[in-house]
């Protein structure tokens, strides 16, 4: 049997009073509460997935930076601070400053019902791979982009990445029974999509808390 490929995780989280905008209307002053709360339940769910070695939260959100430390993840601030693209790449420079080798896969922070043993499918899938993603859930954009031992790290997120990926060489897993890594959370249908999945801790318990005020 060979020994499977061991990965670093990089999760981007923008600062919460920026996030989740299209929210808004339906979770109104928890917004920003509701961004750190995916960010949390996605880096719980990462660190519980055994190729997961390392996760690295890539924010300047000091509370995020402390709930994602308190779970056992590393920080590093936005240095950057020129978007999406070039959080993950600092991200991903910082795991290959201490392992040249890495592999890199990057995660969305707004994935609140991922499964550790989906990710795991995920990730033995990308190991076959130089480049690979995971479409979301809509099938436009991409939640997970992964670059193995040695493959230079450039991800194209934004708008419609899926097409992005795809013309950059990164191969398409396409994989059934991933719904917990596809589902990234935008909108209100999203949100409940998800709920309907079963989201972690953090969002389950703000989820009942806005029960509670509607
Ligand atoms: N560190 C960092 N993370 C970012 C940045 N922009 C987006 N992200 C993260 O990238 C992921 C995908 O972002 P979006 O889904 O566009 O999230 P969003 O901007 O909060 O959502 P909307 O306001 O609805 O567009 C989420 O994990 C965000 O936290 C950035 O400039 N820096
Ligand atoms: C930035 C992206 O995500 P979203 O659709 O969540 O904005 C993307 O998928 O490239």
């Not at 099938?139 to 790290?153: E, H, K, M, N």
């Amino acid at each position: 049997m060979t020994t499977p490929q061991l990965w670093t995780v990089v999760i981007p989280v923008k600062r919460p009073e920026h996030a989740k905008t299209r929210l808004a209307d339906a979770v109104g002053e928890l917004r920003p509460r509701f961004a750190r709360a995916f960010a949390a339940d996605t880096v719980r769910a990462a660190l519980d997935c055994p190729p997961v070695t390392r996760v690295i939260v890539v924010t300047d959100d000091a509370a995020a930076a402390d709930e994602a430390r308190s779970l056992g993840a590393e920080v590093v601030a936005d240095a950057p601070d020129a978007g999406l693209n070039a959080a993950l790449r600092h991200g991903a420079e910082a795991a290959r400053s201490v392992a040249g080798d890495a592999a890199v896969a990057s995660l969305s922070a707004d994935l609140p019902a991922l499964r550790p043993a989906e990710l795991e499918r995920v990730l033995a899938a990308a190991a076959q791979h130089p480049l690979s993603f995971v479409a979301d859930a809509a099938g436009i954009g991409t939640t997970l982009y992964a670059a193995g031992p040695g493959v230079p790290f450039e991800p194209a997120f934004g708008g419609r990445s899926r097409a992005a990926h795809r013309l950059a060489g990164a191969v398409e897993l396409e994989l059934g029974g991933i719904p917990s890594v596809r589902r990234d959370v935008d909108t209100a249908v999203d949100l409940w999509d998800a709920r309907r999945l079963g989201v972690g801790p953090r969002t389950a318990a703000l989820l009942a808390e806005l029960d509670v005020a509607l």
